[in-house]
T-cell receptor, first 116, second 112 residues
Framework: AQTVTQSQPEMSVQEAETVTLSCTYD???????LFWYKQPPSRQMILVIR??????QNATENRFSVNFQKAAKSFSLKISDSQLGDAAMYFC?????????????FGKGTHLIIQP | DTAVSQTPKYLVTQMGNDKSIKCEQN?????MYWYKQDSKKFLKIMFS???????INETVPNRFSPKSPDKAHLNLHINSLELGDSAVYFC???????????FGPGTRLTVT
């Protein structure tokens, strides 16, 4: 079974600074997808970024980028120019490819605090 | 327009009752899911439903049953509610199993 590990229960960063959230995963598959989801206090789950394992290029979305290291099974999220609205729980998630609808496997989350 | 909607958003009920949570998506997606988020914020897949194929997480008690009256709906029925069922339940949908999932706003279930 696949597992996702987020080793940082909580992180704090000053507004406008850069922060990196860690995620590692375990799988025997060669083709899969990785995601970062954000959950603000409103509890809405919002997709931040998606990475396809067969693509070597790291995904980016505006101030959000990932460092995907397939051999190390590492998928960290970098948030540049942190803003107060970035404060939330961040979940790393894994999904098999191959057409099976097994859903996402989530890590336990990292609570990100933005200091003004 | 709400992409994935759930009703109700809050549900308080007593142990032993049977309840349902409704989920509707207007995105034309083929795959729908139910997740449970516990008090420690841990999210876990319960069910996925794709082209009439239901995949059940083996840890889900059989008191929980999803029902799909049509492609746009995947409702969650829970029988004989227990205290441990208290959680936030999220519905999600995607165009296909490998695609981005869109989540509903969640339903906070409290069993007393």
């Amino acid at each position: 079974a696949q597992t996702v590990t987020q080793s940082q229960p909580e992180m704090s960063v000053q507004e406008a600074e850069t922060v990196t959230l860690s995620c590692t995963y375990d799988t025997s598959e060669s083709d899969y997808y990785l995601f970062w989801y954000k959950q603000p206090p409103s509890r809405q789950m919002i997709l931040v970024i998606r990475q396809e394992a067969y693509k070597q290029q790291n995904a980016t979305e505006n101030r959000f980028s990932v460092n995907f290291q397939k051999a190390a099974k590492s998928f960290s999220l970098k948030i540049s120019d942190s803003q107060l609205g970035d404060a939330a729980m961040y979940f790393c998630a894994y999904s098999d490819s191959g057409g099976g609808a097994d859903g996402l496997t989530f890590g336990k989350g990292t609570h990100l605090i933005i200091q003004p | 327009d709400t992409a994935v909607s759930q009703t109700p958003k809050y549900l308080v009920t007593q142990m032993g009752n049977d309840k349902s949570i409704k989920c509707e998506q207007n995105l034309g997606h083929d795959t729908m899911y139910w997740y449970k988020q516990d008090s420690k914020k841990f999210l876990k897949i319960m069910f996925s439903y794709n082209n009439k194929e239901l995949i059940i997480n083996e840890t889900v008690p059989n008191r929980f049953s999803p029902k799909s009256p049509d492609k746009a709906h995947l409702n969650l029925h829970i029988n004989s509610l227990e205290l441990g069922d208290s959680a936030v339940y999220f519905c999600a949908s995607s165009r296909g199993p490998d695609e981005k999932q869109y989540f509903g706003p969640g339903t906070r279930l409290t069993v007393t």
